[in-house]
């Protein structure tokens, strides 16, 4: 499912359209980002949309999963919160395999650091759990089309 962004708008390019999960409360966004920054960092992107965020910028959490420069925000357009924690490949490993388990593991507990607590009361753990066959299969046809 496509449709209009979210989102605010990121730097670089994206390779195709935003694919949309409806997971209950929550929407996932994928997309695969290229020419990120000064790097040209490349990789999967995901997104958490609160769906009772008002406004067009319902993003709340952004995984960034880069393949030089991992990393993940906090936001919320509504208090305009957006803090971005680097990811550490040493401690972490694979940043995709990492956010994996974050959303399905943490998802609530890292809405609420959003300061989105009627998002994150409203999430139904097997609507994420629904989801998440269907944001690694289309991870996997990113990650196999780039080699």
Sequence with gaps: MTQQA???RMGGSTGGDEELIPAGAVTFGLVYRTDVGAMSDEGICIH???NDVEGDDKELLRFDCFRIGPHYHYRNKT???NVRLELDFTAEGDPLAWTLDKIQNRLPIMLLGCEAESTARAVDQRDVDAAIPHIVAWAETK???RG
């Design 6 to 8: 979210m989102h605010a």
């Design 48 to 50: 958490v949309y609160g």
């Design 79 to 81: 208090i305009d919160k």
């Design 143 to 145: 990650t196999h089309n």
